[in-house]
């Protein structure tokens, strides 16, 4: 058994128990990048082709227009049951990025998803966050509480032994976030969909000397210099980089805590 296949083994593993345990209570979040929408490949392979989950995309207005492009196409090809969170009210009192990284994220993204679960009552939420993307997304566990509120405690996490990922919920506890692509690196990732043929935006390709290496609102991310225009040329560009995959979004360079303070009121 390969790398990969004792990864996705995981992963699906994690996927089938949450499914069990939530069913129409829960949901994945796809924001159309690299990593979510390996997700949804491997969701699809857990139940057979079929997506039987909400899958919820948080439209901030600032994404890439080959995100919404992307988007739409596959919505249609895979027959996603697709809900567009939206914090329309921030957005018409002017919301952006212009009025800083850290309250536009609040806004834009964690108030719009709090909005999505109370309106919908979901009580778990599939993220595709890895351990070696972030220094503070490192800290989560598969099986993360979030309480009412949507804060994070990241001081006083589950433990998680022997493939126990589960947790009892405790009384203050409103809904986890679970995630089924944990122990992957961004290396597997492109090596998976290789592997797997899935279906990528032509952002992470370089054109004329640069590409993303991370996805998301248009004025928060910038390319970086590369000239791997195929996934092989991304995979040997990963095995001899020293560059932070992160390097390109705006709000990681600002200030160190950030992320950490983001996460703990319940970013993404």
Same mark, same amino acid.
């Given at each position: ?37 390996? $997700?949804?490949?491997?969701?699809? *392979? #857990? ?8 899958? %919820? &995309?948080?439209?901030? /207005? ?62 778990a939420l599939f993220l595709a966050i890895r351990r070696d993307e972030h ?25 998680? $032994?022997?493939?126990?990922?589960? *947790? #009892? ?8 976030? %679970? &995630?089924?692509?944990? /122990? ?16 990528i935006i032509n952002l992470y390709f370089a054109k004329k000397g640069k ?38 979004r705006a709000q990681d360079k600002e200030k160190a805590y950030m992320m ?9």
């Open positions: 058994m390969s790398d990969l296949d004792e990864l996705e083994n995981q992963s699906i593993f994690i996927i089938r128990e949450a499914y069990w345990r939530y069913r129409a209570k829960l949901a994945v979040l796809w924001s159309c990048g690299k990593d979510s929408t390996t $997700m949804l490949y491997l969701i699809r *392979k #857990a139940f057979l082709g079929d997506i039987p989950l909400s899958v %919820i &995309h948080i439209d901030t /207005s600032f994404k890439f227009k080959e995100i919404y492009k992307f988007r739409d196409n596959l919505v249609k090809k895979w027959h996603l049951k697709l809900i567009v969170a939206k914090n329309e009210l921030a957005l018409k009192e002017g919301m952006s990025p212009e009025k800083g990284r850290f309250e536009c994220c609040n806004a834009l993204k964690t108030e719009a998803l709090k909005q999505t679960i109370k309106k919908y009552g979901f009580q220094a503070i997304r490192a800290k989560e566990r598969f099986w993360s509480p979030r309480d009412k509120d949507f804060k994070w405690d990241y001081q006083n996490q589950p433990l998680e $032994m022997w493939a126990e990922f589960s *947790k #009892a919920k405790e009384e203050n506890e409103i809904h986890f976030r %679970i &995630h089924p692509l944990l /122990s992957w690196r961004e290396i597997d990732i492109w090596g998976y969909i290789k592997r797997e043929k899935i279906p590409r993303y290496r991370s996805i998301g609102c248009e004025p928060c991310c910038e390319p970086v210099p590369s000239e791997a225009n195929t996934i092989d040329k991304i995979i040997k560009e990963l095995e001899e980089t020293k560059i932070a995959e992160r390097t390109g950490q303070k983001l996460r703990t009121l319940g970013y993404m």
